[in-house]
């Protein structure tokens, strides 16, 4: 079992402590949240230039 596999038990398990003592309401607004956080960060990293590109200038004459 590689360090990844365990991922989904600790974000579970995260996601249950974050939840405790938390309203439904706020609990809405943290998961809308961390969905615009994880596509926010999904973006920036498919807009980086590969290692390639940016060692050959692609990006506008950088």
């Given at each position: 079992?590689?360090?990844?596999?365990g991922?989904p038990v600790?974000?579970g398990m995260?996601s249950t402590a974050?939840?405790?003592?938390?309203?439904?309401d706020?609990?809405?607004?943290l998961a809308a949240?961390?969905?615009?956080?994880?596509?926010?960060?999904?973006?920036?990293?498919a807009?980086?230039p590969?290692?390639?590109?940016?060692?050959?200038g692609?990006c506008?004459g950088?």
């Amino acid at each position: 079992m590689s360090c990844s596999d365990g991922l989904p038990v600790v974000v579970g398990m995260l996601s249950t402590a974050i939840a405790r003592r938390r309203s439904t309401d706020e609990l809405t607004i943290l998961a809308a949240l961390f969905t615009q956080l994880g596509d926010s960060l999904a973006l920036i990293a498919a807009a980086r230039p590969t290692e390639s590109d940016a060692s050959a200038g692609s990006c506008g004459g950088e």
